[in-house]
Structure formats: C-alpha cells, structure tokens
C-alpha cells in the first residue's frame, strides 16, 4: 500500500501532523508512505522513522524565480519535483492542509483515495472524493488524529494512542552532541557544572542539571509579540532572582540581540545558529521555554518541555502547546481572538506584564523540580 502525506507548512503544523503520522504507521505498518513538505520544514522530517521517503516543495523559492524573470531552471526543478511526486501509485492521499495549494498536488499526485476536510478552504474540498468534518474547536493535533480515526473506523487501538499522541523528531549523534554536550560550540559558558551518572544522555549529561531557560521572542505575526524591553526584564530577572542562564533562541541573530543589549544581566544569543532538529535537541534539554505563539512553541512542547507561552490574536485551544505542564499566560479581551496579523493597539500582548509572565516562569519550574524529586 502506499500512502501520501500532504502537509506543507508551516513549523508548527508540521509539529501538529507527527502524531497522526505515527498513528498511520500504526495502522498501516508495511505501507510505504511519503510525505510532500515545503523546504522550510523539511529538517524536521530527516531520518523520520514512520516515512519512506519526504519529498520537498521549493514552492516559494519557484515563485520567486519565475517573478524575477528567471524560467528554465524554476521549470526543470518543478518538472523533477512531478516526476518524483507521481513516481509511485498511491492507493491513499491525505490533504492534512485543506488549501488550494495542497489541494492540487492531492489532485496531481493521481492518489485513487483523496481525503481530506469538508470545509471548503479556498474550494479545496472539490478535490477529494473523500471528507471528514473539520472541528475547529479541537486542538490541530486532535484533529489531524481524526483522519486516522476515520480510517481506522470502530476499532479501538487508534483512539488510545490519541490520548498519549507521539512527537518523533529524530536528532543523530552529532547534532545532538553540538547542542548538549558540555562547554559545546552553542552554549559555552551555559550549565557548565554538569554531573555524570547513571541515566544520562550524549556525553553524560544529565537534562537535571542542564540549567538554562531557552527563550523564543519572535514571532511571523507583528500581533504575537511581546515588548523587547519587557523580555530584557524577565531576562534579568530570571539571571537574578532564579540563579537560571538565558538562552535567547530564533531565526536571526538581529532581532534577539536588540534583547540582549538591554538586559543588565548575561545571556547567549543563539538567533539563526540552529537548525530545526538542534533546535528541538537544545528545547529538550532546557528547564523550561519562553515563547511567543510560534512553531518553536510547538517544537518545545512536542520534545517534552514545558513551557510559558504568550498568547494575543490567536486561540491556544486551537494551537496553543499541546499536553500537559504547560502555562498559557493570555488576556481575556472581548475582540480576541482575532486572528489579525496587524493591529494599531495590540493591547491583547501590551497589556501582559513581567510580573505575571514571571510568576508563571517560577510556578512551572518549581513544580518540575518537586515532580522531578519524587
């Protein structure tokens, strides 16, 4: 049997898909099943153990090309991105996007089975001679589950493991040594008493005494984000009063460093030095993670790690950091959410302080302390 996955962007969606696609190897185990992705999250997808095989969009990349005058070589790699899209028979396609982009490559896969949502996304329904109901009031990950569910019919085995859905991100060696290992190339200076013992992981290191707050300030939506100047603060506070290194996380190096220089206290900016994967290995050893509604939120809580996330335009029902231990801080507004990308008074994340972000902060690591004495 063979079995496409359609499912593009963006981080977090990504994130969001995983269990369903363990789930599909759970009930289709000698399937051999592929994965269509956009570039900017293919990393996640690398040495996937449930996938045969990731075939990656350059979708933007194409677009870009072909707008600045460029043709023959957007062409070719669009003619070789077909080939080996259609390159199998698939008896089973499923649309875990439901848009018209997607919709055409479920429609040019030549899949016999097309499944997707009946919601009618930018007429994406029309492609598929198979539907389910898309329930908004779910988190995502709970209704990508519903696909395998529905495939799965009465049977009971896919029901329990959507209530202990599995994030796999798979991390090798020398990755996951570059980010952990101590005194490592990322956070020299950072944890730096490490005790060896019995239950530790690449070069002995305890996640115990990994000692550092990763923090995600950025966000793609102007409306999700949080004052620089009250991120500085929360910095210091956590250097201060917690005894607790700051490690600032992101895409590019500019936006974390204009942090960075207002803190009073020390912090590593490791803005645009990490690939998806360390990044998900350097979450996975951090006490606890900061962040803004963002696919970095969703990688931290899909490695495990608890977080404290900052919630304005968006609904964290919906998309907020998926299982259990995790603090949602979030103003109770009578036009939230949204769902705008820009707002003049965007008093939904202005009006979050310090003070209660950091009393969260304090909350959640205590409690992993006292859960990790027991």
Same mark, same amino acid.
């Given at each position: 049997?063979?079995?496409?996955?359609?499912?593009?962007?963006?981080?977090?969606?990504?994130?969001?898909?995983?269990?369903?696609?363990?789930?599909?190897?759970?009930?289709?185990?000698?399937?051999?099943?592929?994965?269509?992705?956009?570039?900017?999250?293919?990393?996640?997808?690398?040495?996937?153990?449930?996938?045969?095989?990731?075939?990656?969009?350059?979708?933007?990349?194409?677009?870009?090309?072909?707008?600045?005058?460029?043709?023959?070589?957007?062409?070719?790699?669009?003619?070789?991105?077909?080939?080996?899209?259609?390159?199998?028979?698939?008896?089973?396609?499923?649309?875990?996007?439901?848009?018209?982009?997607?919709?055409?490559?479920? #429609?040019?896969?030549?899949?016999?089975?097309? @499944? =997707?949502? /009946?919601?009618?996304?930018? !007429? %994406?329904a029309l492609f598929y001679n198979e539907k389910i109901p898309e329930?908004?009031?779910?988190?995502?990950?709970?209704?990508?589950?519903?696909?395998?569910?529905?495939?799965?019919?009465?049977?009971?085995?896919?029901?329990?493991?959507?209530?202990?859905?599995?994030?796999?991100?798979t991390v090798g060696g020398e990755r996951l040594e570059r980010t952990?290992?101590?005194?490592?190339?990322?956070?020299?200076?950072?944890?730096?008493?490490?005790?060896?013992?019995?239950?530790?992981?690449?070069?002995?290191?305890?996640?115990?005494?990994?000692?550092?707050?990763?923090?995600?300030?950025?966000?793609?939506?102007?409306?999700?984000?949080?004052?620089?100047?009250?991120?500085?603060? #929360?910095?210091?506070?956590?250097?201060?009063? @917690? =005894?607790? /290194?700051?490690?600032?996380? !992101? %895409?590019?190096?500019?936006?974390?460093?204009?942090?960075?220089?207002?803190?009073?206290?020390?912090?590593?900016?490791?803005?645009?030095?990490?690939?998806?994967?360390?990044?998900?290995?350097?979450?996975?050893?951090?006490?606890?993670?900061?962040?803004?509604?963002?696919?970095?939120?969703?990688?931290?809580?899909?490695?495990?790690?608890?977080?404290?996330?900052?919630?304005?335009?968006?609904?964290?029902?919906?998309?907020?950091p998926y299982g259990r231990g995790h603090r949602v801080i979030r103003?109770?507004?009578?036009?939230?959410?949204?769902?705008?990308?820009?707002?003049?008074?965007?008093?939904?994340?202005?009006?979050?302080?310090?003070?209660?972000?950091?009393?969260?902060?304090?909350?959640?690591?205590?409690?992993?302390?006292?859960?990790?004495?027991?």
């Open positions: 049997m063979n079995i496409l996955i359609v499912k593009l962007s963006a981080i977090g969606d990504v994130i969001h898909t995983l269990p369903a696609l363990a789930a599909l190897r759970q009930l289709y185990p000698d399937a051999h099943i592929t994965w269509v992705v956009e570039e900017a999250a293919a990393d996640l997808l690398a040495d996937q153990p449930h996938l045969d095989r990731v075939v990656i969009s350059r979708r933007k990349a194409w677009l870009r090309e072909l707008r600045g005058g460029r043709i023959a070589a957007p062409i070719k790699e669009i003619r070789a991105f077909l080939r080996e899209l259609r390159s199998r028979p698939y008896d089973l396609v499923i649309d875990f996007h439901g848009l018209l982009k997607s919709a055409v490559i479920v #429609l040019i896969s030549g899949g016999k089975r097309k @499944l =997707g949502y /009946d919601s009618m996304q930018e !007429g %994406s329930k908004m009031e779910k988190h995502a990950v709970d209704r990508y589950l519903d696909f395998v569910r529905y495939l799965e019919g009465s049977g009971s085995d896919i029901r329990s493991l959507a209530e202990t859905p599995e994030f796999t991100i952990i290992a101590p005194r490592s190339e990322l956070l020299k200076g950072v944890g730096e008493e490490e005790k060896r013992g019995e239950g530790t992981e690449s070069g002995g290191v305890r996640k115990a005494e990994r000692r550092y707050v990763a923090v995600n300030p950025v966000a793609f939506w102007e409306t999700k984000l949080w004052e620089e100047n009250k991120f500085a603060e #929360l910095g210091d506070r956590i250097r201060e009063e @917690l =005894g607790i /290194d700051v490690v600032l996380t !992101g %895409s590019e190096a500019g936006p974390l460093e204009k942090i960075k220089t207002r803190m009073k206290t020390a912090a590593v900016n490791l803005g645009g030095q990490t690939t998806l994967r360390e990044l998900a290995s350097l979450y996975r050893d951090a006490s606890l993670v900061i962040t803004t509604d963002s696919g970095p939120m969703h990688l931290a809580a899909a490695v495990g790690t608890p977080v404290v996330a900052l919630f304005g335009p968006t609904d964290p029902v919906r998309t907020g103003r109770e507004m009578s036009c939230s959410p949204c769902f705008r990308k820009h707002c003049k008074a965007p008093r939904c994340m202005t009006d979050i302080t310090v003070e209660e972000v950091f009393s969260a902060v304090k909350e959640v690591l205590e409690k992993g302390e006292k859960d990790g004495n027991q």
